[in-house]
């Protein structure tokens, strides 16, 4: 017999024999309610009546099915995702809601390793953020399929992000997203950041920028860092979304600004502390700049068309320095 089921056994003879369960509970040092919980379970079933029970509950609501089981592991082991981004995934796409520690013990009691990503590089790479919205804006273009094309647009700050589809990288196809940029960013934009892609050096695209009042900065050829963030973001968009639908889809497009939405509205962003782009905003809504503010920062002066060579586009520059001199 256990010795808790002696002890208990024990309060009940002296109860038996004291008839008094006050002086019985201040020798024995309990409480009333303790006393006629056991008196009342050894009426009932004797000795046995005296063992600890079982504390589980009889009903888990939170726990998982097997059918949500075996969908956390298929997305493991298909597509890679580690447990934060499994978490976004099964909300996004099935309206499941689970915690990252229930997710975690799935994968832990499945035996599954830790996600293993290579790493060329050994020198961490420094990281830097505009510190409001519309200062900087990162555009370029990412090829999905034959004929498909993805145009994307993420503020620094926020990584807030405009997506649209095309069926080829052209000037006349970067206008008019560019329209929808300015349509859809909830804040001015200041300047816009590129890589050396020929659709971004047309006059038409220059100039609409000038139009608008937005600063044209292309990087430098063989840098894809310094445009950094809308890479890693078409990234993203290629793990999460594309390996999640059919790209010859007839709603592709409609899909796409459910995305959109989800990841301005809804998706938490590493890099904003577990913040999503449109929280990040509305924390700095009131410090972000007005259109008028922005246009009168803008000096058309400074501002000239810039070559697609960046030799050339270098040469020019210093030979107007030595012509200011």
């Not at 046995?48 to 509950?57: A, D, I, V, Y």
């Not at 047309?202 to 139009?211: G, P, R």
């Not at 509205?265 to 009131?286: A, C, F, Q």
Request: contains cysteine; aromatic residues 10%; positive net charge.
């Amino acid at each position: 017999m256990e010795k808790l089921q002696k002890t208990r056994l024990g309060w009940i003879k002296l109860y038996q024999e004291v008839k008094d369960a006050g002086i019985l509970c201040r020798r024995c040092g309990i409480s009333r309610p303790t006393l006629r919980k056991w008196v009342k379970r050894h009426e009932e079933k004797g000795e046995e009546g005296l063992k600890e029970l079982s504390r589980r509950p009889h009903t888990s609501p939170n726990k998982i099915s097997e059918q949500q089981e075996k969908l956390l592991l298929t997305m493991r082991n298909e597509r890679k995702l580690g447990v934060r981004r499994v978490q976004s995934e099964i909300k996004r796409l099935h309206g499941i809601s689970l915690s990252l520690a229930t997710i975690h013990k799935v994968f832990k009691n499945s035996n599954l390793p830790y996600l293993q990503k290579r790493r060329y590089y050994r020198k961490e790479a420094k990281r830097y953020n505009c510190k409001l919205p519309g200062e900087r804006v990162q555009m370029d273009v990412c090829k999905i399929a034959g004929g498909l094309y993805q145009y994307t647009a993420i503020d620094d700050c926020t990584r807030y992000k405009i997506l649209a589809l095309y069926k080829r990288r052209t000037a006349l196809n970067t206008l008019d997203f560019l329209e929808q940029v300015m349509d859809r960013m909830p804040f001015p934009i200041q300047r816009i950041q590129t890589d050396r892609g020929q659709e971004f050096f047309a006059y038409e695209v220059q100039e609409k920028l000038m139009e608008y009042g937005i600063k044209f900065r292309p990087i430098k050829p063989a840098s894809p860092h310094l445009n950094g963030k809308v890479e890693r973001s078409q990234r993203t968009d290629l793990d999460e979304f594309y390996s999640s639908i059919d790209i010859k889809s007839p709603k592709l497009i409609e899909e796409l600004g459910y995305w959109e939405q989800y990841y301005n509205w809804d998706r938490p962003h590493s890099s904003l502390e577990g913040k999503t782009p449109n929280e990040k905003y509305m924390e700095l809504i009131h410090q972000t700049l007005l259109h008028e503010e922005v246009s009168a920062k803008y000096d058309p002066s400074k501002e000239n068309i810039v070559v697609q060579s960046y030799s050339k586009n270098c040469l020019s520059q210093k030979m107007k320095f030595y012509v200011s001199l």
